[in-house]
Structure formats: C-alpha cells, structure tokens
C-alpha cells in the first residue's frame, strides 16, 4: 500500500513539473529570454525549482537563488526525460525533475521544471508511522468485535451441544432450548429436537418390541418346557394325545413366531428381500378361499378378477395368508374376499372382509404395528401373536403398495392391500365368481 502511494505521489509532481514545462517551453520558442514573464518562473506548492539553461550548460534564467550549478545537462531540442534524484550543486536537496529541450530565438535552450522529493518521502514516512501504531489497535479492535460478535452468534451452537452432549441413550425424552430467533440455529435446534424425537420414537419402539416379544415368547416356552420336565421328573412318556395337542401346536406356534419376529428383523435393516417373478394374484386368492372354505364354520364368497403383477410370490401370498387367517379369527358367520385389478392406476387390490366386531376407526392404522391385538383378554388361543398385519404391512411396502383398513359392508372389518403392477402387465379381462358354502 505505501508503494501505491509513494507512486502516486510521484505520478502527481510528474504531471505538475511536465504541465510547467511545456507550458515554459511554448513560451520560450516564440519569445527571448529578456521578454520572460517573471510570473512563469515562479514556485508554487507542486514546484520547487524552474531553471532555463543554456546550450554551454550555464543557467540562463530560473527561480530566485537557483541560477547557479544546473539541474541537468543540455538536452538538443525535441528532446525529453524524467530525472529522479537530481540536485543542485553541493545542496543534498534531492528533485523529481522533467527536462525538455526546445529552439529559442537565442538558440537551443534546455527547460528543468523540478519538484522536491523531501515532501513526498515526508507524506509516505508518516503514513507508514500511522499504520505502524494504529494498524495494530485497528486489528486488536476487529479481532474484539469479532470475538463477541461469533462468540454470541455461537453460544446457542455451544449450549445446543451442551445440552446434546448430556442426552443419553437412556433418557432420549429430552430436548434441546430452541432460541425462537428465525435463524439458522433456531432451524438448527428444531432440526436436533426433530431427529431426538425420532430417536426417542425408535427406541421406545425397539423396547417396547424386545419386550413384547420377550411376552410372546415366553408362553409356549413355558409351556413345553413344563411338560417336558414333568415327564423327565416323573420319568413318564408323553402320549401322543399330549403331542398333538399342546406340545406340536406350541412348538408350531414358536416356529412361526421366530419366522415372524426374523422377517421383521430383516425388514428393520435392509428391507424385506423380494424375488420378484410374474404372479397370478388370483390364483393365490382362490387358494386362500377354497383353504378357509375347507376349514368350515363361515360362509366364504369370493370375486376375483384374474390378474398378474410383478411381486414376490411367496412374500405375497404370506400376506394373503395372515389377512385370511386374521378374517376367519374374527368372523361370525361370513366371509367376503375381492380381487379388483385397477387398469388406470395399474394395481391390483386384494380385499378380505369379515362379519366380527370390526376395528374402531381410531385403532385401524395402531393395529398395523407390531404385537398389537385388541382383545382385552390377550388370548393368544384366538387372539393371535399381533404380529399379522404389521408382517403383511411391511410386505405391502416392500412391493411399493399400501395396506387400508375399513368398516366391512357386511358388518365387520375390511383390510385391504395394494399392490402396483410393476412394470405395468397383461391384466386379463375375465373374472371369476367363486360362491363356497
């Protein structure tokens, strides 16, 4: 910076001294040195020195007291040059100096306009002494204003991460303060308490699933755990009636519950793995109808469009399997299954509706989660593991599809599930009645 201005210190004198001259030079080619106007060889505050020398290097005319050793040497005329450092004899004084040579009626005469430097080293010496003192207290004062002003934009960050750092796995109810300031941290505290809710709904999840499995499993284990060691204690057999009727249903019941509780798992990391392959949807519906026809005590009508999707045949039809058996648990006297494959929106519905008690409206999307039942009793004899429809919901989303639960035309409940046609298929235009009784 002080190299900036000392040149445009010196740019300045250059085009003062350079305008002087000229200016002398259009004089002296048209006028002799006797007709000179003593104004033209006066100083002002941007000169310093005007000498007019001669062609055998004397000084002709100048400034008072500067008639004596000359600025420069002669110059042959036309000629021009900038001299830096110049001085006057044995005077130390040093001069920016412009040189011109012209033609007077006398002859060749050479024009020296000059400029002290003293001033201009004075003015950049005394910038540099300012910024050397003040420069400093300049940087202390923006360092201090800086510090408060991050410091206090920062302190929420810090009592953010305060109070984030004392959360613990075990207590994830807490939140962080919200600064309600519409800035980037008050998005920032929203942001954090958002995810810990997330987190708090995740954990409660997880152990309210640990535990209700934990419930789930216990009862058949204690079951076949307390025939088999009744029979190792008294050294009796167990006779096949036993077998047939606790132990291999328990043990059945265990087996499918492990299935279960494994799939969920897996849908819980990656995803439910799909092998995907052309599925005649409404083969699998009339398997279904003809197997609760089969096991009796409700009348069960089917409509069934024939429809094909890309899906996961035996995911899918697991699906079916558990709406089925969840039907035929709470129906009183009827069943009514419904396949309808939609062309516009290319999906396929598979509808299973009972004439039971239904499902209050409040509890249709709480009975897609997991070990949810709404028998008050929690028998598990008829009430089911609660596993279901949160395996048939997961199933659902899998394949991209939705899983809805209504009030059943017939009186009951109605569960639904969508599953898209992807990519879109062959949807055949015939459909099939199928009236079991």
């Known amino acids: 910076m002080l190299l900036v201005l000392h040149k445009s210190l010196l740019t300045s004198a250059d085009a003062a001294t350079s305008a002087r001259a000229v200016e002398l030079a259009t004089t002296v080619r048209t006028e002799s040195m006797s007709g000179l106007d003593a104004s033209a060889l006066t100083t002002s505050k941007d000169i310093d020195v005007i000498q007019i020398i001669g062609a055998d290097g004397r000084v002709i005319a100048g400034t008072a007291g500067d008639r004596g050793a000359p600025l420069t040497h002669p110059l042959g005329p036309g000629e021009r040059s900038t001299l830096d450092g110049a001085t006057i004899g044995d005077d130390p004084t040093e001069y920016r100096v412009t040189v011109l040579g012209v033609t007077s ?211 899918l039809s697991r699906a079916i399997r558990n709406i089925a058996d969840n039907a035929m648990r709470h129906a009183h006297a009827a069943i009514r299954i419904d396949v309808h494959a939609d062309e516009v929106a290319q999906s396929c519905a598979v509808t299973i509706a009972d004439d039971g008690p239904g499902i209050p409206a409040a509890d249709r999307e709480r009975v897609l989660d997991r070990f949810v039942r709404l028998d008050p009793d929690r028998r598990r004899s008829s009430g089911g593991s609660g596993l279901g429809l949160a395996i048939v919901d997961e199933i659902a989303r899998a394949h991209g599809g939705t899983v809805t639960i209504t009030a059943a035309p017939i009186g009951g409940a109605a569960v639904t599930i969508t599953i898209p046609v992807d990519p879109p298929d062959t949807i055949r235009g015939r459909a099939l009645s199928v009236d079991r009784n």
């Open 105 to 315: 009626p006398r002859g060749p005469v050479t024009i020296a306009v000059a400029a002290a430097e003293g001033p201009i080293t004075d003015v950049v010496v005394t910038v540099a002494i300012l910024f050397a003192s003040v420069f400093p207290l300049i940087l202390v004062l923006l360092a201090a204003t800086t510090y408060f002003f991050v410091g206090r934009t920062l302190r929420p960050v810090e009592q953010i991460r305060t109070e984030v750092a004392a959360i613990t796995s075990s207590d994830l109810s807490r939140r962080v303060s919200e600064p309600h300031t519409g800035d980037e941290i008050d998005r920032l505290a929203t942001t954090m308490n958002e995810m810990l809710q997330r987190l708090h709904v995740s954990s409660e999840a997880q152990r309210r699933f640990v535990g209700d499995a934990s419930h789930e499993l216990r009862s058949p284990l204690v079951t076949l755990v307390g025939l088999l060691d009744l029979a190792r204690v008294r050294g009796l057999s167990i006779d096949h009636s036993t077998i047939d009727t606790i132990l291999y249903p328990e043990a059945v019941r265990l087996q499918m519950m492990v299935d279960d509780l494994l799939l969920l798992a897996r849908s819980d990391e990656r995803g439910i793995p799909l092998r995907r392959s052309v599925v005649d949807v409404d083969d699998i519906v009339a398997d279904e109808a003809r197997r609760l026809t089969r096991l009796g005590g409700v009348a069960v009508t089917a409509r069934i469009d024939a429809v094909q999707v890309h899906a996961d045949s035996e995911k």
